[in-house]
């Protein structure tokens, strides 16, 4: 029933932008924590930031603070990620996910989408 789309990766350049949208079905976000990771390969799929039932519950991982953005909106149901000044470091798949409750580690979330790949290029 609880299904999470994301979409919006894509190539890009360094120190381009992306915007990456998580769309969500069968729960109210407002009830949840959302929360974005991204695993490159031959790597653990690793934090990138959360939010919570309220927008000024957030974290962030420290290599993406100051450039990223997570924000939600109750209206479409859904949480956005904006990726500002991107490097090939950047590069991944990155996944959505929900929990019950705010959370940083990806244990505590139950639900998870199939991920969008972001490529940036040097």
């Known amino acids: 029933q609880v299904q999470l789309i994301e979409s919006g990766g894509g190539l890009v350049q360094s120190g381009g932008s992306l915007r990456l949208s998580c769309a969500v079905s069968?729960?109210?976000?407002?009830?949840?924590?959302m929360g974005w990771f991204r695993q490159a390969p031959g790597k653990e799929r690793d934090f990138v930031a959360a939010?919570?039932?309220?927008?000024?519950?957030?974290s962030y991982a420290d290599s993406v603070k100051g450039r990223f953005t997570i924000s939600r909106d109750n209206a479409k149901n859904s949480v956005d990620l904006q990726l500002n000044s991107l490097n090939p470091e950047d590069t991944a798949v990155y996944y959505c996910?929900?929990?019950?409750?705010?959370?940083?580690?990806?244990?505590?979330?139950?639900?998870w989408g199939q991920g969008t790949q972001v490529t940036v290029s040097s």
């Open positions: 069968g729960r109210t976000i407002s009830s949840v924590g």
């Open positions: 939010i919570g039932r309220s927008d000024w519950s957030r």
């Open positions: 996910a929900a929990g019950p409750w705010f959370a940083v580690r990806s244990s505590q979330y139950n639900y």
